[in-house]
């Protein structure tokens, strides 16, 4: 039960889950081969799960373990203060760094009604080769312009209407699946929900599939993108100075280019007025116009702007499944768990929209994943003046890094913060524990395919829960690193095999 900062109570909800253990940098890696070999519930059931995550440590400690490793990644940089207090600054840097775990504290930089807080310099110039200055990136005059525009593509990701083209997607996908269990093959979690979710928001935004080779260049061009971008350049985000150029490597800005190519292969006929063109988000986009001017998007403006709704909407659900299926191969019991509630609501047949409503343990499971592996780890914004924020004196330039990641593990927030409990958000209690996510955002700007994200992926954890049994390879090797989205700092190759 969510409380404010004045620490959580003795004592842990020890119901259905496990922990892995733990080494000396790393949460949840040390008997993890073991769960996943096969000890099914079992006499373990009973203990805390603790799914895997950095050990948080003293400031010092934290950079001497990000230079050891060597990729750069901030979850292993955050102190252990972050996860115990309500703001606190991220280590020593050329430009001061403020960590905001506090979600009233969060939603008053997010809300910005004074417009001092836009998107950070370093955010900006990360997306911006891959979307432009789209509604992603901008701030102030410029998004409120393009959401006016863009708003009525949003009613097409209406829930009712987007289904079909979700479950269509999952149909097809389990072919690929079914496959995989016959011959035994593996293959990359994180591709596989990448692909997944891909095909569906490409249905749901261009009304067609997306086709195998374009979600392996996708995929593949996403991954590079992620791995380079110069967002995560710590040499850059200790010493760089705030408001300067961010140049990016030659292969991020060529994987941007890959990404928007295909974006611009999907448009093309769109174009054409000649031709009928369906009703779905791209055809709003086209007709979108300035009410100011009436003039539209440029065509570079709408690959920017789709090119939004596809980051959006497929990197980042599939960024928190693919931590779904980790953990359900980790945990049997878990699946037990959303596989009663499959059989009790569904039964043996097609899985409806109004059965997805009901399936209230299995949404559960994904907004645990949400918590603990949120896709956007921090939500960056930056002080374009002098001003305070709760009782800290914030100057100009300062980096304002608000932070789903250590506000979800916050003892003071959540009890048993690091304990992976999907049952948190089931009863009498899920109401109270929604009001302390942030994955989606806050404010003005929250994400408007929170639902539409939140009811794909119950249906994709239904179907193929009721359908496989997910097995990790090298489950001792999964750690999470923070890039575009909450990442395995490795793919994590696993194999299924059919009910």
């Not at 950070?120 to 525009?149: K, Y």
């Not at 506000?407 to 009863?427: K, M, S, T, V, Y």
Request: hydrophobic share 45%.
């Amino acid at each position: 039960m969510p409380r404010g900062y004045r620490g959580a109570p003795a004592g842990t909800r020890a119901r259905l889950y496990s922990g892995h253990g733990r080494d000396a940098l790393y949460e949840g890696g040390a008997i993890a081969a073991t769960l996943s070999a096969g000890d099914p519930a079992g006499a373990a059931e009973h203990t805390p799960y603790r799914p895997p995550a950095p050990v948080p440590l003293t400031p010092l400690r934290s950079l001497v373990r990000v230079i050891r490793q060597g990729d750069g990644d901030l979850l292993s940089l955050v102190p252990r203060d972050a996860y115990q207090k309500p703001m606190t600054h991220l280590g020593y840097s050329r430009r001061s760094i403020l960590l905001i775990n506090d979600p009233a504290l969060a939603k008053h930089v997010l809300s910005d009604p004074l417009e001092i807080f836009p998107k950070n310099d370093l955010m900006v110039g990360a997306l911006a080769p891959l979307v432009g200055d789209s509604i992603f990136v901008s701030s102030g005059p410029t998004w409120r312009r393009q959401r006016q525009m863009i708003d009525p593509a949003f009613s097409h990701m209406r829930i009712n209407t987007a289904f079909g083209s979700m479950r269509e997607a999952v149909a097809d996908y389990t072919a690929q699946l079914d496959k995989a269990a016959v011959d035994g093959t593996d293959f990359s979690l994180d591709f596989a929900m990448s692909e997944l979710t891909a095909d569906i928001i490409c249905r749901t935004i261009f009304s067609t599939p997306l086709s195998g080779q374009t979600a392996r260049d996708v995929f593949e061009s996403f991954g590079e993108f992620e791995e380079s971008v110069a967002s995560v350049n710590l040499f850059q985000l200790i010493f760089g100075k705030p408001f300067a150029d961010v140049k990016q490597p030659v292969n991020v800005l060529a994987a941007c280019e890959r990404i928007r190519g295909h974006i611009d292969t999907l448009l093309a006929p769109r174009l054409d007025e000649t031709v009928e063109q369906p009703d779905d988000i791209v055809s709003a986009v086209i007709a979108a116009r300035d009410e100011a001017t009436g003039e539209g998007f440029t065509r570079k403006e709408l690959i920017d702007q789709i090119g939004v709704f596809f980051l959006a909407g497929h990197e980042t659900t599939a960024s928190v499944l693919t931590w779904v299926f980790f953990v359900l191969a980790m945990r049997p019991d878990i699946v037990a768990l959303v596989r009663d509630e499959v059989e009790a609501v569904v039964g043996d047949g097609d899985i409806e929209f109004a059965h997805v409503k009901q399936l209230s343990k299995t949404r559960s499971v994904f907004r645990e994943a949400l918590r603990l592996y949120p896709p956007i780890t921090f939500i960056p914004r930056v002080a374009a003046e002098a001003t305070t924020i709760g009782d800290q004196r914030v100057k100009r330039g300062t980096m304002l890094m608000i932070s789903p990641w250590t506000a979800h593990r916050n003892e003071g927030l959540w009890q048993d913060a690091a304990i992976f409990d999907p049952l948190r958000f089931h009863g009498d209690s899920a109401r109270e524990e929604e009001g302390t996510l942030m994955s989606f955002g806050l404010g003005p700007r929250i994400c408007v395919g929170a639902a539409f994200a939140t009811i794909e992926s119950a249906l994709i954890i239904a179907s193929l829960v009721r359908r496989y049994d997910f097995v990790v390879e090298a489950p001792e090797r999964v750690r999470p690193v923070a890039r575009l989205t909450t990442r395995p700092a490795e793919e994590i190759r696993c194999r299924v095999a059919r009910r």
